[in-house]
């Protein structure tokens, strides 16, 4: 074949599977239109995995139970790779954006070698109700029907094995769905989950008293004494921070230094910072703030810094959970009398009057307790999250891992090669 001839086929056999690839995508999308519930499907760049990738817009109701309240449209993101592989549902626990990019892939899809579809949740990012403005319709039940009901579409299509994940809050979500729709997927794989009993649990101050080596938790605490000693010093700088960025509190700037003080151990372990880096009393004031800001910023307690994830406080404060503060340790230098009730106090609106219903929770307990699903939990050892981790025992299918030293970043790609292949041979035998 002369260097002409051969230009012609390489030309034309490029522009076949550039057809072909073209017209498959065209199909997926008119079948995934089809699908009901579906208002939108906007075709997107896949990458080296994903044959085809959609931005697909689907209607849900504001309440489940009453569907005359109204509806919503939530966001979530198709990726395909082939039909008779499994598919990854990832319950994102915040907005979705992330999964816009094209090369984004959870490190499950990885795994199984499988599809993926990103659900944003309720309330979140794109997938904002503009009917409810006192959050009334914000559940763990409403929300684990979103995705029982994109579940039941989409297998439509994707009639193999079914896997939800999802981190942190995420991780929530998809114990939560599981407890309410066990059969809807063959395998969960919840990243750091935490599940709570309370506005303020208990269980993560004792946590992080106990956490780490004498030396990690002696630094740490002459850091958070340090920077409650040198209050004249740290307000204005505090003060100049919250002006150049425009932040406002519910708070005045003393009680935000406090609490800032406060989150700084919770934060230290969740991201697995390293005692090294931590400022000695010879520091100077400035070295002393940017790092308590680089840990435990301002930002986590300014209005501005919540609006975001306005959302994910309240939902803690109806069902999630959250955690407390020890405040005993820095009563003498401390300007709040107390830290009870601080997150209704810093991170609700006023207009909103939320109750804890502990219903919920107990609910999802008692699931884990009884039931037997097949169901892979991942941990971080320092990780704050970890004090509230499920518990369960002599299950045969239930399996919980615990990464050693590992934080709020544990997954199971990270984890030491043992436990990972421990991982990914359950997950492979689940699948078979």
């Not at 994102?92 to 949740?121: F, M, P, W």
């Not at 309720?122 to 039940?141: E, I, N, W």
Request: hydrophobic share 40%; proline share 5%.
């Amino acid at each position: 074949m002369n260097r002409r001839n051969f230009i012609i086929w390489l030309f034309s056999t490029i522009l076949f599977i550039f057809t072909s690839v073209n017209s498959f995508s065209s199909e997926l999308k008119n079948m995934i239109e089809a699908l009901p519930g579906v208002e939108s499907v906007k075709t997107m760049d896949g990458n080296q995995h994903f044959n085809a990738k959609y931005e697909v817009m689907f209607r849900q109701p504001l309440d489940h139970k009453n569907p005359s309240a109204g509806s919503f449209l939530q966001r979530i993101f198709v990726a395909h790779f082939h039909f008779q592989h499994p598919m990854v549902l990832i319950t994102e626990g915040y907005a979705a954006h992330y999964a816009s990019r094209k090369s984004y892939i959870n490190e499950l899809t990885t795994i199984v070698d499988g599809n993926q579809i990103c659900v944003e949740h309720r309330y979140f990012g794109k997938s904002v109700p503009k009917d409810d403005p006192q959050y009334k319709y914000l559940t763990v039940a409403n929300a684990a029907a979103d995705h029982h009901a994109i579940i039941q579409q989409f297998k439509k299509l994707y009639q193999g094995k079914w896997l939800t994940t999802g981190i942190s809050k995420g991780g929530q979500t998809t114990l939560f769905h599981r407890s309410l729709y066990p059969n809807d997927v063959d395998v969960s794989v919840p990243y750091v989950a935490p599940l709570n009993f309370g506005i303020e649990d208990g269980r993560h101050e004792p946590f992080i008293d106990q956490v780490g080596t004498p030396k990690d938790r002696k630094a740490i605490r002459n850091f958070q004494l340090e920077v409650l000693k040198r209050r004249d010093k740290m307000l204005p700088m505090l003060k100049e921070v919250s002006d150049d960025k425009g932040y406002t509190y519910r708070i005045s700037l003393d009680e935000v230094l406090d609490y800032m003080v406060l989150e700084y151990s919770f934060a230290f372990w969740q991201w697995g910072t390293k005692r090294k880096t931590i400022p000695t009393a010879s520091a100077s004031d400035k070295d002393i703030f940017n790092h308590l800001m680089a840990i435990s910023s301002c930002n986590y307690f300014a209005i501005e810094g919540i609006a975001p994830t306005l959302s994910f406080f309240i939902q803690a404060a109806k069902e999630l959970g959250y955690y407390g503060y020890d405040t005993k340790p820095f009563e003498q230098y401390l300007k709040i009398k107390t830290a009870k009730g601080y997150l209704n106090r810093i991170f609700i609106p006023e207009n909103l009057d939320l109750q804890y219903e502990k219903r919920t929770m107990k609910a999802v307990k008692k699931f884990v307790k009884k039931e037997d699903p097949k169901m892979l939990f991942i941990y971080g050892e320092v990780d704050p999250w970890s004090a509230p981790a499920v518990q369960f025992k002599n299950k045969k299918n239930m399996i919980k891992l615990v990464k050693k030293g590992g934080s709020h970043r544990a997954r199971i790609l990270n984890m030491p090669t043992n436990q990972k292949n421990r991982a990914i041979k359950q997950l492979e035998e689940w699948l078979e």
